[in-house]
């Protein structure tokens, strides 16, 4: 609701930054890491993953090496078809797993980001638009002078908190995105390690780590449709003949638990990951 009072505008300012960014999650969850700000992130870590390759390849062959000497505990073990035929296969498919690595990981990305998409496309919209009731309105607009001092405190540090907790929650998707590159870039050297049986859990930890990174997405997507219709009615104004700075506070207070419930979960969305994967 507009108006010219300061401490209306202060609250409904923090109420925009809020909005704004949970409108920004949503955004982000529906965004491939190829067409993040332009692309040219995305361009980089290829480039980045294109170079690795080389020291992905030398170290296949220590990997491999190592994993023969490990396995084979006498030279009569090499001779064995199966041994050599395992072995050579185990290596061929480690070598291309580094050649196409980047088309395995994009497929891993979007069968996951399928899954978020179903999940948001069947929930509808995440959460509506947080707005200050006209009754809150109206009573700090009637606040005289000096009794509007202690409102303007109360203000203060209630739309710092919103302020605060909306920067914390668009930091942590923003942070899944920059790990989805940071995968991205260095994935032929982890998955190098499938050339060798005993290093190979080196890989497997890689790619369950990448998938877990994926799967945030859909965890934060579920976050934010639980919050939506937990807060799907705004906080209780409460009895309108209490002062406003009563009033205010109530409002407030209530409003940000809400708010730190959603940033728990969506801060919590890694944890709830790695406790799928066993990570």
Avoid at 190 to 202: H, K, L, M, R, Y
Wanted: negative net charge; charged residues 15%; glycine residues 8%.
């Amino acid at each position: 609701m507009e108006s010219d009072n300061w401490i209306v505008q202060n609250l409904n300012s923090a109420l925009e930054t809020w909005n704004e960014k949970l409108a920004e999650i949503w955004t982000l969850l529906t965004q491939n890491p190829e067409s993040f700000k332009g692309g040219e992130i995305w361009r980089v870590m290829v480039n980045i993953n294109d170079a690795l390759k080389a020291i992905g390849y030398g170290l296949l062959v220590l990997f491999f090496a190592a994993g023969i000497v490990k396995t084979c505990s006498s030279y009569a073990d090499m001779k064995k078809p199966e041994h050599v035929v395992k072995a050579f296969i185990r290596f061929a498919l480690a070598q291309g797993a580094i050649m196409y690595g980047m088309e395995l990981l994009t497929s891993i990305f979007s069968i996951i980001q399928g899954i978020a998409a179903k999940i948001m496309a069947n929930a509808g919209a995440a959460g509506g638009v947080t707005e200050l009731p006209a009754e809150i309105v109206e009573k700090i607009e009637s606040v005289g002078m000096l009794e509007s001092i202690p409102l303007w405190i109360v203000t203060l540090l209630g739309s710092l908190l919103i302020t605060v907790l909306s920067f914390i929650m668009i930091l942590t998707v923003y942070g899944r995105m920059f790990k989805l590159y940071m995968y991205t870039a260095i994935a032929p050297i982890p998955i190098s390690s499938f050339a060798g049986e005993p290093t190979q859990s080196i890989g497997k930890n890689f790619i369950k780590s990448y998938v877990g990174v994926c799967l945030e997405g859909a965890i934060i997507a579920l976050a934010c449709i639980i919050f939506s219709v937990y807060s799907a009615s705004s906080p209780a104004v409460g009895d309108t003949s209490l002062s406003a700075v009563t009033l205010v506070w109530n409002y407030v207070g209530e409003l940000v638990f809400n708010l730190l419930v959603l940033v728990g979960a969506i801060k919590a969305s890694d944890r709830v990951v790695k406790e799928m994967m066993g990570l």
